[in-house]
T-cell receptor, first 114, second 114 residues
Framework: NAGVTQTPKFRILKIGQSMTLQCAQD?????MYWYRQDPGMGLKLIYY???????DKGEVPNGYNVSRSTTEDFPLRLELAAPSQTSVYFC?????????????FGPGTRLTVL | AQSVSQHNHHVILSEAASLELGCNYS??????LFWYVQYPGQHLQLLLK??????LVKGIKGFEAEFIKSKFSFNLRKPSVQWSDTAEYFC????????????FGTGTSLTVIP
């Protein structure tokens, strides 16, 4: 199993550009999450999904959109990139957080907006 | 929403010193507890987890953590650190049986001096 994969690893955007961060998992997990990590701030939840077709906002959703058309994929969309979105983005998945299951993380995407 | 506090933001130790990192959470109900480690340039990996039973949990690489319900704490310990333990450590909490989300602390950066 590849686990959780993310592409791209690095990206530089200009202000106002848009892009999609890809995330895929091959563990048949129902729950998927997007976090951003800023220095000294820990992980902040952007969006999460409890299954295909179902998404919900996390703590910092503004400026982002998600979709979940399949169990495997959970892309994160930035429509109008802003410098405040410079961060490292991590995707994670979990079988069922209500049960005895932890999260598995992808390798991250480092995004710089100039 | 939950809050998770990690009071030690940056810890510097010499090799062979003992380590204890604090973690406190705010939720009064039943919780699942996790410690993750992030080595430089890598993604988060699970160190250990607590769901129920013995409050002293042993994880990988000689780490252990103790759940003290009365103190809402889940402190991470290691008797003798190594240079390779240099990393960022995150505590995370999930509301057992009800929570879709995981809540992370802001992290503790550990530097071990050879």
């Amino acid at each position: 199993n590849a686990g959780v994969t993310q592409t791209p690893k690095f990206r530089i955007l200009k202000i106002g550009q848009s892009m999609t961060l890809q995330c895929a998992q091959d563990m048949n997990h129902n729950y998927m999450y997007w976090y951003r990590q800023d220095p000294g701030m820990g992980l902040k939840l952007i969006y999460y999904s409890v299954g295909a077709g179902i998404t919900d906002k996390g703590e910092v959703p503004n400026g982002y959109n998600v979709s979940r058309s399949t169990t495997e994929d959970f892309p994160l969309r930035l429509e109008l990139a802003a410098p405040s979105q410079t961060s490292v983005y991590f995707c994670a998945s979990s079988q069922d957080p209500k049960g005895y299951n932890e999260q598995f993380f992808g390798p991250g995407t480092r995004l710089t907006v100039l | 929403a939950q809050s998770v506090s990690q009071h030690n933001h940056h810890v510097i130790l010499s090799e062979a010193a003992s380590l204890e990192l604090g973690c406190n959470y705010s939720y009064g109900g039943t919780v699942n507890l996790f410690w993750y480690v992030q080595y430089p340039g890598q993604h988060l990996q699970l160190l250990l987890k607590y769901f129920s039973g013995d409050p002293l949990v042993k994880g990988i690489k000689g780490f252990e953590a103790e759940f003290i319900k009365s103190k809402f704490s889940f402190n991470l310990r290691k008797p003798s650190v190594q240079w390779s333990d240099t990393a960022e450590y995150f505590c995370a909490v999930n509301e057992a049986n009800t929570g879709n989300q995981f809540y992370f602390g802001t992290g503790t950066s550990l530097t071990v001096i050879p």
